[in-house]
């Protein structure tokens, strides 16, 4: 027997209470949301999941739905426009792709947690096949895969390699097998069909559109975060317990990223800039959808609430670190402590803050692989930089720094990335943990900032064109726009 409930209109000078943006999932869809093509607030009514509409940024409508209960909303206005702002109908979810628009009978969408999952069912629900078809892998492929993961390890793992090898699944497989090699899921009781199902989701709400913040980023900073977990002095302490978050921080890191930066969403006055305060927006953000995944799979349900609600909370700790506007607070912290000699790894707080520095270093960690890979997500952050900046002029807005593909060059931009963002990370990091993982680093660091200075001098030998910005050199430009979450 099906159970409907009805619910009634709030006033909607009635404010959002706080438990309801703590919830699951919990996206606001406001006036300024539809930079995101917000839907109708009538199909919103339709979906699962803490949605909230947001009709002037300050109050909402707000609808909950668990499990299988079905509910009907009276919910009879249409979204507001701002007319004085054309760049509100831009749509981050189309961005780079041809997006189709034919009529299609209204069916139900029973949830919707990210921007990128309703993409996938509107797709679907006006009948858009997917432009990448699903392949079934051969024995070949899969054991190919299997073969890299017994050098997961490695410094050298091409992570590019091992996503064509798992057709496109890198951060499933990869994850999967780390927690598993690590006893994780005996050790925590996890049901492995809720952790399947977590982490299918997990890779589904990165946006494959995205040159850079995807699913194949999320997979390479954790397996960077896992050669570093594995670091002598780190593994002699670290628990059971810092494991698991320190790769769950690694795989849900950007969860849901749009593909445009923190000082975008700010200009813009999306939604999520309002929600968050303009602080570490983009961090707040993956760090809220993931526990939102971790809540609807019911991943950690078997837990004592108390443990299962801590967890959540050292996980947004783990992910709000990697807020490269507060690169000179870590920074700075990490010093003193070394300067001090008394990281005490015993100490829980000592070792989170550890954590909390690792997975720094895995999220900017490609200027110190080998140079076929680097140079590869180095062109991949850069075009997303770029693509953000073609956007803007598009809709007349200012160009963000180091956004304009016209003034500036993937080698100027990485060069000053290098010098004064890398380089000092990394330099602790070494001393914290002097080892040949380390070494190597920089040696690779080293290396990838020298031949982008070479290929930068090709480039520009006697050139009489526009002189190449100075904006890559700037330490300002690079923490507004290198936002990494």
């Known amino acids: 027997m099906e159970v409907c409930y009805q619910l009634p209109v709030l006033p909607l000078d009635r404010p959002v209470p706080k438990h309801v943006l703590s919830r699951r999932g919990a996206i606001s869809f406001s006036s300024s949301s ?8 009538r199909q919103l009514s339709q979906r699962r999941g803490a949605i909230s509409y947001d009709s002037s940024d300050q109050t909402a409508l707000y609808i909950r739905m668990l499990g299988d209960v079905r509910v009907r909303s009276q919910v009879g206005f249409e979204p507001e426009r701002r007319s004085s702002h054309p760049y509100l109908c831009i749509d981050f979810r189309t961005l780079h792709s041809e997006y189709e628009s034919h009529s299609a009978p209204e069916r139900r969408v029973h949830r919707l947690l990210s921007f990128q999952r309703y993409l996938h069912s509107s797709r679907l629900l006006r009948g858009i096949p997917q432009q990448i078809p699903l392949h079934i892998l051969d024995e070949d492929y899969t054991g190919q895969a299997r073969c890299m993961l017994e050098k997961v390890g490695s410094w050298n793992f091409d992570i590019f390699l091992f996503d064509r090898l798992t057709n496109g699944n890198s951060l499933i497989t990869l994850t999967f097998h780390l927690l598993n090699q690590y006893g994780l899921v005996e050790l925590f009781q996890l049901d492995m069909v809720k952790l399947w199902r977590f982490l299918v989701m997990v890779q589904e709400d990165y946006h494959s559109d995205n040159p850079y913040h995807n699913a194949v980023h999320a997979a390479d900073v954790t397996q960077a975060m896992y050669c570093y977990l594995r670091e002598p002095m780190l593994c002699k302490s670290l628990t059971s317990c810092d494991i698991l978050l320190g790769l769950l921080a690694a795989a849900t890191h950007d969860l849901d990223h749009p593909g445009v930066n923190q000082l975008f969403l700010i200009k813009t006055d999306h939604y999520l800039a309002t929600l968050y305060r303009n602080t570490s927006v983009l961090e707040n953000h993956h760090w809220k959808s993931a526990v939102g995944l971790l809540r609807e799979t019911g991943l950690f349900s078997h837990l004592p609430a108390e443990d299962s609600l801590n ?175």
């Not at 050292?314 to 807020?323: N, R, V, Y």
């Open 34 to 41: 539809s930079l995101f093509g917000a839907p109708d607030p």
């Open 311 to 485: 967890m959540e909370r050292q996980l947004g700790s783990l992910i709000l670190a990697t807020d490269i506007s507060r690169q000179n607070e870590y920074l700075s912290k990490f010093r003193t402590h070394l300067d001090l000699d008394d990281l005490c790894l015993s100490n829980a707080s000592h070792r989170h803050f550890v954590l909390q520095m690792a997975l720094k270093c895995a999220d900017i960690c490609n200027p110190c692989r080998p140079w076929e890979l680097s140079k590869q997500w180095s062109e991949k952050v850069t075009e997303e930089f770029f693509q953000q900046g073609d956007i803007e002029k598009k809709h007349k807005l200012e160009v963000s720094p180091l956004c304009d593909r016209d003034t500036n060059t993937v080698g100027n931009i990485q060069i000053g990335f290098i010098t004064y963002v890398v380089e000092p990370l990394f330099a602790e990091w070494a001393r914290f943990s002097d080892t040949r993982v380390s070494q190597t680093m920089l040696g690779h660091l080293g290396l990838n900032k020298a031949s982008w200075g070479s290929l930068q001098q090709e480039q520009t030998p006697g050139s009489e064109e526009a002189e190449p910005s100075t904006a890559g050199t700037d330490p300002e430009n690079l923490i507004q726009t290198h936002q990494m979450p």
